[in-house]
C-alpha cells in the first residue's frame, strides 16, 4: 500500500468546514483512498473511500485532486463530537490485506 | 442497528495469567479482524478469520492464539501475559474478507497487565 503524510495536529472552529489534507504521491492507478477516524479509546470509524472522482455521504465529502497525489476530507460543519484522530489510508479496495494505520491527524474543534 | 460486541469491556490480569477476549460480529458477516493498539500507538493488526479459517495473519505473538466458530464470533486467548500486553484489542467484521478496509469496529477490550 502506498505511503500518506498527515499533518500531525489540527484546530478548527465549531461550526466551520474542516478540512484534512493527505499526501500519496506513490499512490498506484488500483488504489483507493480510505478515511477513518478514532474518537479517543474508541473503535476506529470507517468514513468514506474514493479512487479519483469526489466523493459525499452523510459524514463527509472527500476531494482528490486529478494527478491523485493528494485529497481532501471536508468535515462540513464541525462539531465538538468530531475531535478525533483523523487516518488516510491508501490501499486497493477488494483485499482483505491488513490496515497499516499510519501517525493520522489529530483534529480538534473548539467551541 | 447491530454493531461488533465485544466482551469484556475492562480486564485487568496479573503477569503470567492468561486472558480471553470475545468478539461477536455483526449479523451476517463472516469475517473478523483482531487489532493491538497500545497507549499512545496506532492500530497494530493481528490476525483475521474468513468463514472459521485464519485468513491473515499480522504481529500477533506466539503467546496469543485466535479462533472463529460456527456462529462466526471470535475469541483472542492470551497466554503468559506481559504487562507491554496491555493495550486496547479491537476486533473488527465485515460482510467478506475482500471488505477488510470497511470493516466496522467494536468499542474495544481495554486489558491492563499488571
Known amino acids: 500500500d502506498a505511503k500518506t503524510t498527515q499533518p500531525p495536529s489540527m484546530d478548527c472552529a465549531e461550526g466551520r468546514a474542516a478540512n484534512l489534507p493527505c499526501n500519496h504521491s506513490?499512490?498506484?492507478?488500483?488504489?483507493?483512498v480510505y478515511w477513518y477516524r478514532q474518537i479517543h479509546s474508541q473503535g476506529p470509524q470507517y468514513i468514506i473511500h474514493?479512487?479519483?472522482?469526489?466523493e459525499t455521504n452523510e459524514m463527509a465529502s472527500l476531494i482528490i485532486t486529478e494527478d491523485r497525489k493528494s485529497s481532501t476530507l471536508i468535515l462540513p460543519h464541525a462539531t465538538l463530537r468530531d475531535t478525533a484522530v483523523y487516518y488516510c489510508?491508501?490501499?486497493?479496495?477488494?483485499?482483505?490485506?491488513?490496515?497499516?494505520w499510519g501517525a493520522g491527524t489529530k483534529l480538534i474543534i473548539k467551541p | 442497528a447491530a454493531g461488533v460486541i465485544q466482551s469484556p469491556r475492562h480486564l485487568i490480569k496479573e503477569k503470567r495469567e492468561t486472558a480471553t477476549l470475545k468478539c461477536y460480529p455483526i449479523?451476517?458477516?463472516?469475517?473478523v479482524y483482531w487489532y493491538q493498539q497500545g497507549p499512545g500507538q496506532d492500530p497494530q493488526f493481528l490476525i483475521s478469520f474468513y468463514e472459521k479459517m485464519q485468513s491473515d495473519k499480522g504481529s500477533i505473538p506466539d503467546r496469543f492464539s485466535a479462533q472463529q466458530f460456527s456462529d462466526y464470533h471470535s475469541e483472542l486467548n492470551m497466554s503468559s501475559l506481559e504487562l507491554g500486553d496491555s493495550a486496547l484489542y479491537f476486533c473488527?467484521?465485515?460482510?467478506?474478507?475482500?471488505?477488510?478496509?470497511?470493516?466496522?469496529f467494536g468499542q474495544g477490550t481495554r486489558l491492563t497487565v499488571v
Open positions: 449479523p451476517r458477516h463472516d469475517t
Open positions: 474514493g479512487l479519483k472522482n469526489n
Open positions: 506513490t499512490i498506484s492507478g488500483n488504489e483507493y
Open positions: 473488527a467484521s465485515s460482510l467478506w474478507s475482500g471488505h477488510h478496509a470497511e470493516a466496522f
Open positions: 489510508i491508501v490501499r486497493v479496495s477488494d483485499s482483505n490485506y491488513q490496515l497499516i
